[in-house]
């Protein structure tokens, strides 16, 4: 039996992998933008931390 | 002489495409654009990139829901000739895989639109797929006639989503978007029902067609079109209605009524006599009626915005 270089399974797994790929580095790049955009519209990035910090309560309101 | 192929090790090797086909695409499109007109009518904005993630998470969720649906009624889609090309039936994506894209891109879509938007728009996705997958698949499709009914409330929650990931909370409006697609959605598919000869029967789904006759099944379009009459002139009503919107919720809505009365009219001789044109036509309008009314609140969205 003659062993093929590529088989046309290989091809499957190539778009496979390459979709499965594509989509994870898409979602890398969501999460970067959704972070970006968060950050710099100035979300609250910290809370409460056990002690009191009434600065931060009028910030709430 | 033992099968060394490479194929032995393994029955099935999906394509990035099968694993596409599992989420459903076609059905995605109406839930994008039905989800995409609840964000942008809403009267908050989110900046824009938030939004198009919101949309992303919400085809994403709706593609989940769909490989759950997929993974359960494998059997039945193996007996029907409509799916039975479907990547479960076919044996192109083994069943526990589908499983597993389901579970798994329900979650992460869950999270990544709370995290976008804010915690209710991610709760009321999960309920969304909760409701498609367990409510209506396991529970409800092979047990009630009105499946398609029950069904209609999941296909209707994405402008809900949409509008609870811009403001936060549901109002008068996101309801009624939601009750227009869910009072469209038993007359959009007791009309396919009627021209479509399906085999269903033969799957064990019951179908109004079936259970309780043609007649019957006409009858119930008539009245469904009836009341989603009022809930679309009353949308237009309301603050993300105008001028637009209500010109359109009559126009269509007359249209509408009109097809659901002549299809009440008509027995199956005179249907099977012309071919079912107009079942087909009724059917082929209900297409526009969602796309069109639902356009027209993007265009009244739009005319706010200028002014």
């Known amino acids: 039996m003659t062993i093929k270089a590529t088989h046309e399974i290989h091809e499957r797994r190539l778009s496979r992998n390459m979709g499965v790929g594509l989509t994870l580095v ?14 710099t519209r100035g979300d609250p990035m910290q809370a409460f931390d056990h002690v009191t910090r009434p600065e931060m309560e009028a910030v709430g309101q | 002489m033992a099968d060394l192929s490479i194929n032995a090790t393994r029955d099935y090797e999906p394509t990035f495409g099968d694993y596409v086909a599992l989420l459903k695409p076609r059905v995605m499109s109406l839930v994008v654009f039905t989800a995409l007109v609840g964000l942008v009518v809403a009267p908050v904005s989110l900046h824009p990139f938030e939004a198009a993630c919101a949309i992303l998470f919400i ?25 039975a090309n479907r990547p479960i039936p076919s044996g192109r994506i083994a069943p526990g895989e589908a499983l597993a894209i389901g579970v798994g891109l329900s979650g992460l879509s869950v999270v990544m639109l709370a995290l976008a ?26 047990w009630t006639p009105q499946n398609i009914v029950i069904g209609g409330a999941a296909g209707a929650f994405p402008p809900m989503i949409g509008w609870v990931a811009a403001t936060g909370s549901v109002s008068i409006e996101a309801v009624l978007m939601f009750a227009i697609i869910f009072m469209w959605t038993p007359p959009h598919f007791w009309a396919l029902a009627l ?20 007649p019957a099944t006409r009858r119930h379009i008539l009245a469904y079109t009836v009341l989603l009459a009022p809930v679309a002139i009353g949308l237009a009503l309301t603050s993300v209605g105008g001028p ?34 107009s079942e087909k036509k009724f059917f082929k309008f209900s297409l526009a009626y969602l796309f069109l009314h639902f356009g027209a609140l993007m265009a009244d969205a739009a005319i706010r915005g200028m002014v």
């Open chain 2, 195 to 214: 021209f479509m000869r399906s085999d269903y029967d033969d799957a064990g789904v019951p179908m109004l067609t079936v259970t309780h006759g043609r």
């Open chain 2, 59 to 83: 085809a994403l969720g709706g593609g989940a829901s769909g490989a759950l649906n997929m993974w359960y009624d494998a059997d039945i889609d193996s007996v029907m000739r409509r799916t």
């Open chain 1, 26 to 39: 898409v979602f890398v790049a969501i999460v970067f933008g959704l972070t970006v955009v968060k950050v």
């Open chain 2, 244 to 277: 637009v919107t209500l010109t359109a919720a009559v126009i269509l809505n007359l249209w509408f009524l009109k097809g659901a009365w002549g299809i009440w009219k008509r027995d199956e001789v005179l249907a099977e006599a012309d071919g079912y044109r």
């Open chain 2, 117 to 142: 938007t804010n915690i209710a728009a991610g709760a009321l996705l999960a309920f969304t797929i909760f409701f498609y997958a367990v409510v209506y698949t396991m529970w409800l499709k092979r």
